[in-house]
Nanobody, 124 residues
Framework: QVQLVESGGGLVQAGGSRRLSCAASGRTFSGYTMGWFRQAPGKEREFVAAIRWNSGSTFYEDPVKGRVTISRDNAKNTVYLQMNNLKPEDTAVYYC?????????????????WGQGTQVTVSS
């Protein structure tokens, strides 16, 4: 049974940093794309970043490009999302997700597995 467990959320001041972790278990993720999405109150879930498990190739959504870095530790089966220079508009529940393959990476509907989410609140 695949499990994705996020951690690292919390309250942070604007301009601060936060690193989110996603511990993945239940299968081998070779060939998978691991993504981070976020959902703010009253808004749709949106793509933040993704990484290919095998190659480490990364993909970022424009609003966060330059402030966010996605990485993975294959030995620990963990994906990270380092967020810097956080803004109040980054406040959201952040979700980790996994999908097989590379097509339609930003599309949340393409992902097969989801974590429960972790709340990040950025105060101004």
């Amino acid at each position: 049974q695949v499990q994705l467990v996020e951690s690292g959320g919390g309250l942070v001041q604007a301009g601060g940093s936060r690193r989110l972790s996603c511990a993945a278990s239940g299968r081998t993720f070779s060939g998978y794309t691991m993504g981070w999405f976020r959902q703010a109150p009253g808004k749709e879930r949106e793509f933040v970043a993704a990484i290919r498990w095998n190659s480490g190739s990364t993909f970022y959504e424009d609003p966060v490009k330059g402030r966010v870095t996605i990485s993975r530790d294959n030995a620990k089966n963990t994906v990270y999302l380092q967020m810097n220079n956080l803004k109040p508009e980054d406040t959201a529940v952040y979700y980790c997700a996994a999908k097989l393959g590379i097509a339609t990476i930003p599309a949340s509907v393409a992902y097969d597995y989801w974590g429960q989410g972790t709340q990040v609140t950025v105060s101004s």
